[in-house]
């Protein structure tokens, strides 16, 4: 059919576009990508892609300043913008220029006298939490 033709001319360009179309066809739901992996050979890098679009689609349930700024944080530029072309947010959503940097080190840390392990790790969510919730400013 269509599809499988279109999907086997992109097979070696794996790009967010296509992914952000499959989703679509998947009926915008985990489970619908799961029939598309089992009924068409798709790279995983594309599958790993539709699950990351739909996973920035969730956290754009409600498309905020704050909302896009955490999914480009998580997601990237473009996995963020298929979501919110997916969502049809409003054009003012669309001028994604930087994706916010955590600025908070491991070497920091060390600095401030933690040593390396799981205390360190969870200092490090921590302080990650704070920021996200103070607007990842």
Known sequence: NALTKLIKQQKDKTD????????????LKRSGVTRIKEELRLPNKMIAQMLEILSAIKMLDVVSDHSVKLSLYRHGIDLTRQALLIKGAPAKFMKLEAVPVFPVTGKMLLKEGFTAGPAMGRELKRREAAWIKAGLI
């Open 16 to 27: 967010e576009a296509m992914a952000a179309r499959l989703v679509m066809v998947a009926g």
